[in-house]
């Protein structure tokens, strides 16, 4: 079976630090690992994906993530937080890029001025 | 990409009562889903909607409750029957599409669902 944790369900950064969103996932097979973010009242949106390739992966808005095999994270970083960033965000993973995503807790990120 | 039309975007229901949620994709796809956000929570998934055939359900949906339709590649129901406010919830139809040499998955808005 698969699954994902997010650590923290709220997290709170001052404007222009850094933003770091954890994830763990479980997986008996290579994992495909993604971060969706959700602003309020819309649907998801892809931030950045894991597919195998490269271990580090750049996504849209300034993230990035890193994929580490011997440690089963896939944490999102984003050097400098803007107010902009304030939303959901969920990993997700799936055993396949044709199957369905399990989804992570969520973590809601605020940023202070 | 693809874009996804959910409708209705919300709706506040009697309970006892069934709403049905429509899904349309701009371009035919293989894979649709459909998920349950309750609030303050992460995303479920409810189903796999297949075109031609019954809807593979997850552990703890049933058909009776969450009837679904895949009348073709581009469009799919989720009827939410016999409503609680337990069923309060937003339901978000996904797609997988392929884009250049990968798959990904889209969302559409969500269907913000209050029972009373």
């Known amino acids: 079976a698969q699954s994902v944790t997010q650590l923290g369900s709220h997290v709170s950064v001052s404007e222009g630090a850094l933003v770091l969103l954890r994830c763990n996932y479980s997986s008996s097979v290579p994992p495909y690992l993604f971060w969706y973010v959700q602003y309020p009242n819309q649907g998801l949106q892809l931030l950045l994906k894991?597919?195998?390739?490269?271990?580090l992966v750049k996504g849209i808005n300034g993230f990035e993530a890193e994929f580490k095999k011997s440690e089963t994270s896939f944490h999102l970083t984003k050097p400098s937080a803007h107010m902009s960033d304030a939303a959901e965000y969920f990993c997700?993973?799936?055993?396949?890029?044709?199957?369905?995503?399990?989804f992570g807790q969520g973590t809601e990120l605020s940023v202070k001025p | 990409s693809a874009v996804i039309s959910q409708k209705p975007s919300r709706d506040i229901c009697q309970r006892g009562t069934s709403l049905t949620i429509q899904c349309q994709v701009d371009s035919q796809v293989t894979m649709m889903f459909w998920y349950r956000q309750q609030p303050g929570q992460s995303l479920t998934l409810i189903a796999t909607?297949?075109?031609?055939?019954?809807?593979?359900?997850e552990s703890g949906f049933v058909i009776d409750k969450f009837p679904i339709s895949r009348p073709n590649l581009t469009f799919s129901t989720l009827t939410v029957s016999n409503m609680s406010p337990e069923d309060s919830s937003i339901y978000l139809c996904?797609?997988?599409?392929?884009?250049?040499?990968?798959?990904?998955?889209?969302f559409g808005q969500g269907t913000r669902l209050t029972v009373v």
């Open positions: 909607a297949n075109q031609g055939s019954e809807a593979t359900y």
């Open positions: 996904s797609v997988l599409k392929k884009a250049r040499e990968n798959t990904e998955a889209f």
């Open positions: 894991y597919t195998s390739a490269a271990t």
């Open positions: 997700a993973v799936t055993r396949n890029q044709g199957g369905k995503l399990i």
